[in-house]
């Protein structure tokens, strides 16, 4: 085992399995771990390169690892599943992430300290991981708000959309002179009130947290400035990109949002599609809607740029576009760590001032 150069660690919830290489690349190490082998295990070894998928809890053990004075490098799962051959385990998923960490070319997820993960976690977990407490929250809210719509409407009685307007229907389950609810749904449709009613304070209380969290981080105080960005934004931001330095630019940290256009091409023709909604899904979400809010606003009449966009593509096209910039100028603010400035050639436009 002194000879092991490189580790490829399947993690798991019990078992975890190991497969370590020397530096020719023989196999020196192909084993199962049980979790509470796996520190003592890995502090026998002399220090060495070590590669783990970035799932639920990857950032946990990459920590670890890292006190023990070896080299953890997270490996997005779609990247280490290129290299299993044949049929699918976990020996060969460790051995394949071994194959992967060692490649000059693949692309790593910084490891989280515990800070960032708990602000990660307030919004949105991993991927892989369990939904994120605000998230979590909010699609409670939903689906509440959701059946007492569709419940409702069977008996004729409608709202418009958004939360704010179903404090309509709630006002006709409170009126005690409405009967048009029978008295058996109308006895569970109150139970969805009352359980909307204690998510309110609850979600508005995650919201504060949020938001007091970003007032004493200084990236999300250099993010709030661009327009678009609000609290939640720039907080799940700053939590959820840790190192902005992996990107080599700020066109990579876009398409690692996924927004970009999916590419498809062969015979040097290249076909461009709908964008390729690749990565966090979450951070994305937040850039179309601070990209929808800036389109609704003043700004969208005193951008030049935005003004020619509208005027040739659909609004919801144009927000896909204005998110993309909206992520790069994100980027290069916590590349550089300043605040915002306007453009000088951010005018009104003449025929609209």
Not at 2 to 8: D, R
Not at 106 to 111: D, L
Not at 131 to 154: D, F, H, S, W
Request: hydrophobic content about 45%; some cysteine; overall charge positive.
């Amino acid at each position: 085992m002194k000879e092991v150069t490189t580790i490829g660690l399947d993690l798991a919830k019990t078992v975890f399995q190991v497969h370590g290489v020397d530096a020719a690349g023989a196999v020196v190490v192909r084993r199962a771990v049980r979790r509470r082998q796996v520190v003592e295990f890995f502090a026998k070894l002399p220090r060495c390169l070590v590669g783990i998928e970035a799932c639920a809890t990857a950032h946990y053990w990459g920590r670890e690892l890292t006190r023990l004075g070896h080299e953890v490098r997270l490996i997005a799962p779609a990247y280490a599943k290129a290299y299993v051959r044949r049929n699918k385990n976990d020996a060969a998923d460790a051995a394949a992430i071994c194959e992967a960490v060692g490649r000059p070319s693949m692309r790593f997820v910084a490891i989280k300290s515990e800070a960032q993960q708990a602000a990660a976690g307030i919004h949105k977990s991993l991927p892989l991981a369990r939904t994120g407490v605000r998230e979590m929250l909010v699609k409670q809210r939903t689906m509440l708000i959701n059946t007492l719509r569709g419940l409702m409407a069977e008996f004729g009685i409608i709202a418009a959309d958004g939360p704010r307007h179903v404090g309509e229907l709630i006002a006709v389950l409170t009126d005690p002179a409405d009967a048009r609810i029978p008295a058996p749904l109308h006895d569970g449709l109150m139970a969805i009130v009352e359980s909307l009613r204690g998510l309110e304070p609850r979600i508005e209380r995650i919201e504060k947290q949020i938001v007091g969290w970003g007032r004493s981080n200084p990236t999300c105080r250099h993010l709030i400035t661009i327009p678009g960005y609000g609290p939640i934004l720039s907080s799940a931001m700053a939590a959820m990109v840790v190192e902005p330095t992996a990107f080599t630019s700020a066109r990579h940290f876009a398409a690692s949002l996924g927004l970009v256009p999916r590419h498809d091409g062969t015979g040097g023709k290249l076909k461009l599609g709908r964008i390729s909604k690749r990565g966090n899904g979450y951070l994305r979400r937040l850039l179309v809607n601070g990209a929808m809010s800036v389109l609704c606003g003043k700004r969208a009449k005193q951008d030049s740029w935005l003004v020619k966009l509208l005027a040739s593509k659909p609004r919801k096209v144009a927000a896909c576009a204005l998110a993309n910039k909206l992520a790069r100028i994100g980027w290069a603010l916590m590349l550089r760590q300043q605040d915002y400035r306007r453009p000088q050639q951010d005018q009104p436009c003449p025929d609209l001032a």
